[in-house]
């Protein structure tokens, strides 16, 4: 006498695992992937990689650094409208020309350093606004640019100071105007450390900025037990 025979299970009834995934699933699941992977590569080059981003990056970075540079002269102009003169006085002692100051106690000269050094903080504080307002977003080019054509045009304007001012020639100077008449003396920046009065001020003002009204980091998402997102 034979075992009766168990009839196989309904089709509705078999392993959900061997069961194949729906046609165009496999078609679907490769096209998002492809696509996440080609957003990813132009994210890459536009702000993280060497692509156009960057390179758009790095051409504002020297048009901003030729502005500022060009920005010395007017630094230069002011510079020499503003700064206080340094009286002398020219005289003759034994047949040979001597010049002394016409003021032993004054503080010109010192006012002169630090006219041009509040000038340069004020151009450090507007170059910083301005390159902040052009790229809100942190960029390595744009604050080395800040910071290189701050100090060209601090160097610039220095120069330029220098060469508009009073005649550098002292004694020439003091010939020409004749003995006993003040003139004033050359323009001269004795602290040289005030050169870097511009770019520390862009760079510090640039930095304040960021972390005032920079962009923020998106929070972290977080994921519950059962994959759902919080």
Same mark, same amino acid.
């Given at each position: 006498?034979t075992?009766?025979?168990?009839p196989p299970?309904?089709?509705?009834?078999?392993?959900?695992?061997n069961a194949?995934?729906p046609a165009?699933?496999?078609h679907?699941v490769?096209?998002?992937?492809?696509?996440?992977?080609?957003g990813?590569?132009?994210?890459?080059?536009?702000?993280?990689?060497?692509?156009?981003?960057?390179?758009?990056?790095?051409?504002?970075?020297?048009?901003?650094? #030729? !502005?500022?540079?060009l920005? *010395?002269? =007017? @630094? /230069?102009?002011?510079?020499? &409208?503003l700064?206080?003169r340094?009286p002398?006085v020219?005289?003759?002692a034994?047949g040979?020309?001597?010049v002394?100051?016409?003021?032993?106690e004054?503080?010109?000269?010192?006012?002169?350093d630090?006219?041009f050094?509040?000038?340069?903080l004020?151009?450090?504080?507007v170059?910083?606004v301005?390159?902040?307002?052009i790229?809100r977003?942190?960029?390595v080019?744009h #604050? !080395?640019a800040?910071?290189? *054509?701050g =100090? @060209? /045009?601090?160097l610039l304007a &220095?120069r330029?100071?220098?060469w508009?001012?009073?005649?550098?020639?002292?004694l020439?100077?003091a010939k020409a105007?004749?003995?006993g008449?003040?003139?004033?003396a050359?323009?001269?920046?004795?602290?040289?450390?005030?050169?870097?009065?511009?770019?520390f001020?862009?760079?510090?003002?640039h930095l304040?900025?960021?972390?005032l009204?920079?962009?923020?980091d998106?929070?972290? !998402?977080?994921?519950?037990?059962?994959?759902?997102?919080?």
């Amino acid at each position: 006498m034979t075992a009766p025979l168990t009839p196989p299970p309904p089709p509705h009834e078999q392993s959900s695992h061997n069961a194949w995934p729906p046609a165009g699933a496999g078609h679907a699941v490769g096209a998002h992937d492809r696509a996440g992977a080609q957003g990813g590569a132009h994210a890459g080059k536009g702000e993280d990689g060497d692509g156009p981003g960057t390179r758009t990056e790095v051409r504002q970075a020297a048009v901003v650094t #030729v !502005v500022l540079a060009l920005c *010395g002269v =007017l @630094l /230069g102009l002011l510079w020499n &409208w503003l700064a206080p003169r340094v009286p002398l006085v020219g005289d003759v002692a034994n047949g040979v020309w001597v010049v002394y100051l016409g003021d032993t106690e004054g503080e010109q000269s010192v006012g002169v350093d630090g006219t041009f050094t509040l000038l340069a903080l004020a151009f450090g504080v507007v170059s910083a606004v301005l390159v902040f307002l052009i790229r809100r977003r942190g960029s390595v080019p744009h #604050v !080395v640019a800040l910071g290189v *054509g701050g =100090l @060209l /045009g601090s160097l610039l304007a &220095w120069r330029v100071g220098v060469w508009l001012g009073p005649a550098q020639d002292v004694l020439a100077h003091a010939k020409a105007v004749g003995k006993g008449v003040t003139f004033s003396a050359p323009l001269k920046l004795a602290a040289k450390g005030a050169l870097l009065a511009w770019p520390f001020a862009g760079l510090l003002m640039h930095l304040g900025l960021m972390a005032l009204f920079g962009p923020r980091d998106p929070e972290p !998402v977080g994921y519950g037990p059962h994959g759902e997102t919080r």
